[in-house]
């Protein structure tokens, strides 16, 4: 048996074709619009009347699993062999469905909107969800307008939602749905009649998918938090349940540029790879984990390019005695790549993972992430959450925050209270490696001028101490409550759990993550603030996401940099926004205040304003060596 449907576009198209299925109380007809209307031309676009609704209203079934048969035979009859399937609330899980029991290859991608996967197998809440529907039911049948009122005045369509849209909805629910179709189809489509579809969708047979919820949609906010586990997913700021109609634009928008992105990664695009060093001047002479000093920043850009002329730029900037490999093997390594891949015809998928130094693949990741952007006409930011499966913002955001450092200096006090009318509100200090009295003395007399302005600091020990000179040092601290965290304070790891319960204070680890195989052990219960990242040591965003998805729920996540230039600051910005999601937490950006001279124009520190970054500068940044100028004087093949 076939199902109503509306089609738009060629017929011959049999691949890649839109599959669009409608929510319950809903029909095709606003679904297959706000995607026609955006998708463009060249495509293929089928949207269908699910059982018991519009034009496919004399079609009864019992479940959702009869429900995804009947569209399986209907995309049959139009001879699709492969789909990207649409699926808002209802018609999500329908497509959750049909992906599950379908051919491999009918769903290349899935893209479920507000959509429930499934109530858990054991409980009560498989009954408990069935009795309100049977409830449900009734009132349809007793009072159609007053259940619709009663519906749409429920929590999950957000404070957004205005009566006047309420009134809207609730006049095209009469005009294409009847009282008795509906009040069959709530127990129908009850998810207490539908078989959990978690592991599916999170098991290694399903599609890639995309998820998307509205940020005032609770329920579904924590499944598309626990989706991302495995998938894509975006959240649609100040929108409710139907987000897709309340935010059309952002939605649709999004859902294209996903799949482009997939798309693209999957093609080999790369035509020449090519090279650049650079140097930058720094303010003064910088001494490198007490091994090394340098008065300049050097490293290479190297540049990826398409055949359409796009481009893409990645930084490998290693810093001499702490990056693992020198510039010079960063260059042979460049070289290498440029054999690898474009001798092979590599797809971006295996650029992302290519073996190499850490620097290196760093500045491929970037590079590759960067020309894909250009290729499908998107900000870095989505491509970037896309590919590193962090949940997206179809909203961007402005700023980043970052934190200072307080130097040695003869007086630091006075240049923390310099830092504050600048406007940061984070600081960091190191100590340790010297005298447990004069660390202590002097951030006690940074800790009273930052007391009065609510400002907070967080101290950097590099596992200088013992368990007895960390406990010593805290005792000598006059206002401890000020310290947000202090990063490795002690030569041994193990003995962490054991500082946090002898003073209260809490730590966070950097050099450990890439030292000791044990650090995941930790937890926020042990005393764990957060994790210090540096993902050109790590090598690549890849990898550090990868760290800390192994990590301790709840810890937070610092980005860190060392001294690179501009260039890639502006994306590991990027990154530490899409880490934040909505928090706003004080990176360690700020080591463009060394730089006495910047590749970019206009140079990084003009980003930098009270405390935090533009993201918008870092965007345009960007966009590709067609519209950043890379100083030529300092930038050279």
């Known amino acids: 048996m076939r199902l109503a449907f509306a089609e738009v576009g060629d017929r011959r198209i049999v691949s890649g074709v839109w599959l669009l299925l409608h929510g319950f109380l809903g029909n095709k007809e606003p679904?297959?619009?706000?995607?026609?209307?955006?998708?463009?031309?060249?495509?293929?676009?089928?949207?269908?009347?699910?059982?018991?609704?519009?034009?496919?209203?004399?079609?009864?079934?019992?479940?959702?699993?009869?429900?995804?048969?009947?569209?399986?035979?209907?995309?049959?009859?139009?001879?699709?062999r492969s789909c990207i399937v649409v699926g808002y609330s209802l018609g999500g899980r329908v497509a959750l469905s049909l992906a599950s029991h379908a051919p491999h290859g009918l769903v290349e991608n899935l893209i479920l909107i507000s959509s429930d996967p499934g109530l858990p197998s054991l409980g009560n809440e498989r009954a408990d969800r069935m009795e309100r529907d049977l409830e449900n039911s009734r009132?349809?049948?007793?009072?159609?307008?007053?259940?619709?009122?009663?519906?749409?005045?429920?929590?999950?369509?957000?404070?957004?939602?205005?009566?006047?849209?309420?009134?809207l909805w609730i006049s095209r629910i009469k005009r294409v749905n009847t009282a008795r179709n509906m009040s069959k189809a709530v127990i129908a489509y009850s998810p207490a009649r539908m078989s959990s579809l978690w592991e599916f969708l999170l098991g290694p047979t399903s599609p890639p998918s995309l998820i998307i919820c509205g940020s005032e949609d609770r329920k579904y906010v924590a499944i598309t938090r626990r989706a991302s586990q495995r998938h894509f997913s975006a959240v649609v700021p100040d929108a409710g349940h139907?987000?897709?109609?309340?935010?059309?634009?952002?939605?649709?928008?999004?859902?294209?540029?996903?799949?482009?992105?997939?798309?693209?990664?999957?093609?080999?695009?790369?035509?020449?790879?090519?090279?650049?060093?650079?140097?930058?001047?720094?303010?003064?002479?910088?001494?490198v984990a007490g091994r090394s000093t340098v008065d300049h920043r050097e490293g290479l850009f190297v540049i990826l390019k398409a055949k359409d002329s796009t481009d893409g730029v990645g930084e490998a900037s290693p810093l001499p005695g702490f990056h693992e490999g020198t510039l010079l093997e960063d260059g042979a390594e460049v070289t290498k790549a440029c054999e690898d891949v474009l001798g092979e015809g590599q797809t971006f998928e295996a650029l992302?993972?290519?073996?190499?130094?850490?620097?290196?693949?760093?500045?491929?990741?970037?590079?590759?992430?960067?020309?894909?952007?250009?290729?499908?006409?998107?900000?870095?930011?989505?491509?970037?959450?896309?590919?590193?499966?962090?949940?997206?913002?179809?909203?961007?955001?402005?700023?980043?925050?970052?934190?200072?450092?307080?130097?040695?200096?003869?007086?630091?006090?006075?240049?923390?209270?310099?830092?504050?009318?600048?406007?940061?509100?984070?600081?960091?200090?190191k100590v340790g490696g010297g005298s447990l009295v004069d660390d202590a003395r002097t951030v006690n007399h940074v800790c009273k001028v930052l007391e009065d302005n609510g400002s907070r600091l967080r101290l950097d020990a590099n596992c200088s101490w013992t368990l007895e000179e960390a406990t010593s040092f805290w005792k000598s601290l006059e206002r401890p409550q000020l310290i947000e965290f202090i990063e490795e304070p002690l030569q041994d790891l193990e003995e962490l759990p054991l500082f946090y319960a002898r003073t209260g204070l809490r730590f966070a680890l950097d050099e450990n993550l890439a030292q000791s195989e044990t650090w995941w052990k930790l937890s926020v219960e042990d005393g764990l603030a957060a994790y210090v990242v540096k993902p050109t040591v790590i090598g690549g965003l890849l990898?550090?996401?990868?760290?800390?998805?192994?990590?301790?729920?709840?810890?937070?996540?610092?980005?860190?940099?060392?001294?690179?230039?501009?260039?890639?600051?502006?994306y590991l910005s990027i990154f530490a926004s899409l880490i934040d999601g909505e928090a706003d937490t004080a990176h360690g950006l700020g080591t463009f205040e060394i730089l006495a001279e910047d590749a970019l124009d206009p140079p990084f520190s003009s980003f930098a304003s009270d405390g935090k970054i533009s993201l918008a500068m870092c965007r345009a940044a960007l966009k590709s060596t067609q519209s950043v100028e890379i100083d030529a004087k300092r930038a050279t093949n």
């Open 31 to 80: 679904i297959f619009e706000a995607f026609v209307t955006r998708i463009g031309s060249g495509e293929r676009v089928v949207a269908i009347d699910l059982p018991l609704h519009g034009e496919s209203a004399s079609v009864n079934v019992e479940d959702i699993a009869e429900a995804a048969a009947l569209v399986k035979e209907t995309v049959d009859h139009l001879e699709i």
């Open 139 to 167: 009132k349809i049948q007793a009072d159609f307008d007053s259940f619709l009122r009663g519906w749409y005045s429920a929590g999950l369509w957000g404070s957004s939602l205005s009566e006047e849209s309420k009134h």
């Open 242 to 287: 139907n987000c897709l109609h309340q935010a059309v634009d952002a939605v649709v928008r999004t859902t294209l540029t996903f799949k482009r992105i997939l798309r693209t990664m999957s093609t080999p695009c790369v035509q020449t790879i090519e090279q650049r060093h650079f140097s930058l001047a720094l303010t003064e002479k910088m001494s």
């Open 352 to 429: 992302l993972r290519l073996r190499s130094t850490p620097t290196v693949r760093f500045a491929m990741e970037m590079a590759s992430m960067q020309l894909i952007a250009a290729q499908v006409d998107s900000e870095v930011d989505l491509v970037m959450a896309t590919i590193l499966r962090l949940r997206w913002s179809v909203v961007q955001k402005a700023h980043v925050f970052i934190n200072s450092v307080v130097p040695r200096v003869a007086d630091p006090s006075a240049y923390a209270l310099s830092l504050v009318g600048q406007g940061y509100s984070v600081m960091k200090m």
């Open 543 to 570: 990898p550090t996401v990868d760290l800390i998805r192994k990590g301790a729920i709840g810890a937070r996540v610092i980005v860190s940099s060392t001294f690179e230039s501009g260039l890639a600051l502006s």
